[in-house]
């Protein structure tokens, strides 16, 4: 980046996994590229909102924690997603809230013991050169972020420097909770039809677990074994939360960095909001599936987007 800012954090320690995300990637699938995006979209929406920056603002998204920053100018900050503890300066501080801080102040986003995303976000957002209109990282495709991978000691993240905000928080009963047991809600495609009665009933009948493998790709889950009437079919463009059924029966649900295409039968879809719960879980969380029309999905959506629109975000006193 020509003529650099001199507002920016220090990379201490990058955590498992943390990468620069924004709402995602799109258009570009003729190209091979897939959306990318936060895992968790809910929570990264209301770590911009908390700090009033733009949706589309790029934030941090910390896989399982273990991140460490230094501030070397102030600024304002806020933390959603998986409860992990936020340490400022030795201090535990709460999360889904925003915070100020100063120059050489130091943060910690520490291990989750519940949930496995953090979202960490910066007032105006981090600065970040887009790739394809994104900054979403993408690893395997080695695009977005600041070099197509995730985050490393040393690096520097650039933002702005402002002088300083309001604070505000999320009121705890309009905090998700993450749990290790789930029910997800499925849109039934038109492939479903490829999938005998019996074979239907026992995937919303079962109750899966979520495998080692799991990842922002997808998640392999493992439980009953499901038949289709093919094995393969023409590879074609796959949304985001398919539900893909292999040969070996084993379901594996496409999220933000799957692949733009694939040949294995798609029994559904999860709902966005669900996939943001499941997105939120680890290996061996229970998972269990219901059936929902197009026309039920996108009812719910429009009564979250109302919910998420008017809900009122609590101004601190300081």
């Not at 943390?18 to 190209?31: K, Y």
């Not at 702005?160 to 039934?188: C, F």
């Not at 939360?241 to 999220?255: E, H, K, T, V």
């Not at 039920?296 to 998420?308: D, F, G, K, P, S």
Request: net charge neutral; with cysteine.
């Amino acid at each position: 980046m020509k003529h650099a800012p001199k507002s920016y954090f220090e990379v201490v320690h990058p955590g498992i996994l943390s990468t620069f995300q924004d709402l995602g990637r799109f258009g570009q699938s003729h190209l091979g590229f897939t959306s990318g995006g936060p895992a968790d979209k809910q929570a990264y929406l209301w770590a911009n909102r908390l700090l009033n920056n733009p949706q589309n603002s790029p934030v941090l998204e910390v896989n399982f924690g273990g991140l460490k920053l230094i501030a070397k100018t102030a600024t304002t900050i806020a933390v959603t997603g998986a409860k992990a503890p936020l340490i400022i300066n030795g201090q535990t501080k709460d999360t889904w809230r925003s915070h100020h801080v100063n120059a050489d102040d130091e943060i910690k986003i520490g291990y989750a013991s519940e949930g496995c995303r953090s979202y960490l976000a910066v007032f105006e957002g981090f600065l970040v050169e887009p790739q394809f209109n994104s900054v979403a990282t993408v690893i395997r495709e080695k695009v977005g972020g600041t070099s197509g991978a995730a985050l490393t000691a040393g690096e520097l993240l650039f933002y702005k420097p402002t002088p300083r905000q309001t604070l505000y928080a999320l009121g705890s009963n309009d905090i998700p909770r993450y749990a290790n047991s789930v029910r997800i809600q499925v849109v039934t495609g038109y492939q479903h039809a490829l999938f005998e009665p019996v074979e239907l009933a026992k995937f919303f009948s079962n109750e899966y677990q979520v495998s080692a493998q799991c990842d922002r790709m997808g998640y392999r889950i493992n439980g009953p074994a499901i038949q289709s009437g093919i094995s393969e079919m023409l590879s074609e463009g796959i949304c985001n939360g398919a539900i893909q059924i292999p040969p070996d029966g084993q379901p594996i649900i496409l999220s933000v960095d799957r692949q733009t295409i694939g040949g294995y039968p798609k029994l559904g879809s999860v709902l966005s909001l669900d996939l943001d719960l499941l997105m939120q879980c680890s290996r061996g969380a229970k998972i269990n599936f219901e059936p929902i029309s197009i026309h039920c999905a996108h009812t719910l959506l429009h009564l979250a987007n109302a919910r998420y629109a008017e809900t009122k975000l609590i101004k601190l006193v300081r």
